[in-house]
């Protein structure tokens, strides 16, 4: 099935460093959600986006629904040693199923 | 708020065997989804149900089935269970078909 292209793939970074990852689509959706997973659980929705150029924050993470509603971007800022995890975009449009991004893997360095 | 509830946690079966895995939705949400999570595929859908009916479906093959029950309540059914069928399976909740879905923590399946 469809999956939408998340990137980076994966992220290595130090204890206070910004992070930025994008997921992009070839057709619009209406709806952009952000999700974490750590290890044996399964994933927490953290932002969801409902209109075309709406910035959402959480906290340390803000998240935009992008102006063509074919891609939305996570960032977060001075992380910590608990953002370890996999990041999934997930797209949403009319009644149809969730459609998910390949993810983004979390690694802190210290 | 009770989250989504999925038991067991952990299965443990063999080639040809079958299963039955079970989802209790958070209070209120009509609309109940099943994943298949493995390391090399990520998230696959395998089907939605919304007021006891199927309204999406993945690629998966027949073996793979799913019900629910007039109190939103889920079950998904694997028969003759092979090597490929190990992993994390996932359900996820919302009120209606459409809305931003809640997960539960999964059963983890593993056959032998």
């Known amino acids: 099935g469809q999956q939408l292209n998340q990137s980076p793939q994966s992220m290595f970074i130090q204890e206070g460093e910004d992070v930025s990852m994008n997921c992009t689509s070839s057709s619009i959706f209406n709806t952009w959600l952000w999700y974490k997973q750590d290890p044996g659980e399964g994933p927490v929705l953290l932002i969801a986006l409902y209109k075309a150029g709406e910035l959402t924050s959480n906290g340390r993470l803000t998240a935009q629904f992008g102006i063509t509603r074919k891609d939305s971007f996570l960032n977060i800022s001075a992380s910590i040693p608990s953002d370890v995890g996999i990041y999934f975009c997930a797209g949403l449009r009319g009644n149809e199923k969730l459609t998910f991004g390949t993810g983004t893997r979390l690694t802190i360095i210290p | 708020k009770a989250g989504v509830t999925q038991t067991p946690r952990y299965l443990i079966k063999t080639r040809g065997q079958q299963v039955t895995l079970s989802c209790s939705p958070i209070s209120g949400h009509r609309s109940v989804s099943w994943y298949q999570q493995t390391p090399g595929q990520g998230l696959q859908f395998l089907f939605e149900?919304?007021?006891?009916?199927?309204?999406n479906k993945g690629n998966f093959p027949g073996r793979f089935s799913g019900r629910q029950f007039s109190n939103s309540r889920s079950e998904m059914n694997v028969s003759t269970l092979e090597l490929g069928d190990s992993a994390l399976y996932l359900c996820?909740?919302?009120?209606?078909?459409?809305?931003?879905?809640?997960f539960g923590d999964g059963t983890r399946l593993s056959i032998l």
């Open positions: 996820a909740s919302s009120p209606f078909l459409g809305q931003p879905q809640h």
């Open positions: 149900y919304f007021s006891e009916t199927q309204r």
